[in-house]
């Protein structure tokens, strides 16, 4: 697993020369979905900090074996239904896919009664499909301003999943696209720190730090293929 960290941060690098950005700027969230906690530790000896599940449960079970390791940072990156925000509050540093005001709500209260300051991404549905989760591009300055009034609450920047393409090109004007919205948002909400992107994935992470991503989410290319 550590060579597949090593080809992973060299393509990160390899992003980053193309554009003249550091590769410090660049979080790598390795998605443990499905793999074994054991696996995470594997990842943890090579050098990874930061990780990232889809589901709480399975999260939860991962966050406690691994309690001892301090300084593993968890993200929270898939669908959160609004009974398990107490949860997500409890185990996770960040949840990356805040799209309502209620979801929004949730966490602020349990946060509020952990009393910690929970790090959250807005997902945004960039290309408006039916399919996704995230708040269209044309509500995002609503919700932005709702969350924004949150104490308990730390707006970092946004995230998305692009529409699939089996044409790795066709990923860029999404990026393109999140990007200036990212911009846009940060011109019209100066007082928000917005300077976090997440997106991109295995097949396309590269891409995506082209085009303005400070977060990739990459699982496969790190843990292999999910059964």
């Known amino acids: 697993m550590c060579e597949r960290l090593k080809l992973v941060r060299d393509r990160v690098i390899s992003a980053c020369e193309k554009t003249g950005r550091s590769p410090s700027d660049i979080t790598i969230v390795a998605v443990s979905k499905t793999k074994p906690a054991s696996m995470v530790m594997e990842l943890y000896e090579c050098g990874q900090r930061v990780f990232g599940e889809n589901y709480i449960q399975e999260g939860i079970e991962k966050v406690t074996a691994l309690s001892a390791l301090k300084d593993i940072e968890w993200h929270f990156i898939g669908h959160l239904q609004r009974n398990k925000a107490k949860l997500a509050v409890r185990y996770f540093h960040w949840v990356e896919t805040v799209d309502s005001e209620r979801i929004a709500g949730a966490l602020d209260k349990y946060a509020g009664k952990e009393g910690k300051v929970l790090n959250v991404l807005i997902q945004v549905n960039i290309g408006e499909e ?11 300055p609503g919700l932005l301003s709702h969350v924004s009034s949150f104490t308990n609450l730390k707006i970092k920047g946004l ?7 089996s044409k790795k090109e066709d990923a860029r004007k999404w990026f393109s696209m999140m990007a200036a919205l990212r911009e846009e948002m940060a011109r019209r909400f100066p007082h928000l720190d ?13 891409l995506a730090i082209e085009e303005g991503a400070t977060i990739v989410r990459v699982g496969t290319a790190l843990f292999g293929k999910r059964k």
Do not use: A, Q, R, W
């Not at 995230?159 to 393409?165: A, D, E, G």
């Not at 917005?194 to 590269?206: A, P, V």
């Open 194 to 206: 917005l300077s976090e992107l997440s997106m991109g994935m295995s097949n396309d992470y590269d």
């Open 159 to 165: 995230m998305t999943i692009h529409p699939f393409s």
């Open 130 to 140: 039916d399919s996704k989760f995230g708040v269209l591009p044309k509500e995002l």
